[in-house]
């Protein structure tokens, strides 16, 4: 592809350079954890607007099921990990863990507790436990 490059600017580097690495990771699942989030709010807002309407919940043989509770994972997911990655910034704002090692551990905890919670919550949810 550099062959073809026919402008006089230096093509962007980073996709030769950069290698991934967790806080990439959790970098990225912020971002996308809080449009994750703001979608479900959203969801929530207008199902409470119906409910309260019409007295009746709007797709509730959905909400109960499989599919449901998959959902229900992916919005638990995306609340807690937006949570931690407040956190994390809170304990950068002190100026620890920026080591890049300790920052890539603090991510991989980030991202196993968030998944380890929301699944917990997820089964007490759907009455599993």
């Given at each position: 592809m550099?062959?073809?490059?026919?402008d006089k600017?230096p093509?962007?580097?980073?996709?030769?350079?950069?290698?991934?690495?967790p806080a990439?990771?959790?970098?990225i699942?912020?971002r996308?954890?809080?449009?994750i989030c703001y979608?479900g709010?959203?969801?929530?807002?207008?199902?409470l607007?119906?409910?309260?309407?019409?007295?009746k919940?709007?797709?509730?043989?959905?909400?109960f099921?499989?599919l449901?509770?998959i959902?229900?994972?992916?919005?638990?997911?995306?609340?807690?990990?937006m949570?931690?990655?407040?956190?994390?910034?809170?304990?950068w704002?002190?100026?620890?863990?920026?080591?890049p090692?300790k920052?890539n551990?603090?991510?991989?905890?980030?991202?196993a507790?968030?998944?380890?919670?929301a699944?917990?919550?997820?089964?007490?949810?759907?009455?599993?436990?």
């Amino acid at each position: 592809m550099a062959s073809q490059w026919n402008d006089k600017r230096p093509m962007a580097p980073h996709l030769q350079i950069w290698r991934w690495h967790p806080a990439m990771l959790s970098s990225i699942l912020h971002r996308a954890s809080a449009i994750i989030c703001y979608i479900g709010l959203i969801k929530v807002a207008i199902g409470l607007l119906v409910l309260t309407l019409t007295g009746k919940l709007p797709l509730e043989g959905l909400i109960f099921s499989p599919l449901g509770a998959i959902g229900l994972f992916v919005f638990l997911f995306a609340f807690i990990f937006m949570a931690l990655a407040q956190l994390r910034h809170a304990i950068w704002d002190k100026g620890a863990m920026m080591d890049p090692d300790k920052n890539n551990m603090l991510s991989y905890i980030m991202i196993a507790a968030s998944v380890i919670l929301a699944v917990l919550i997820t089964v007490f949810a759907a009455g599993a436990a």
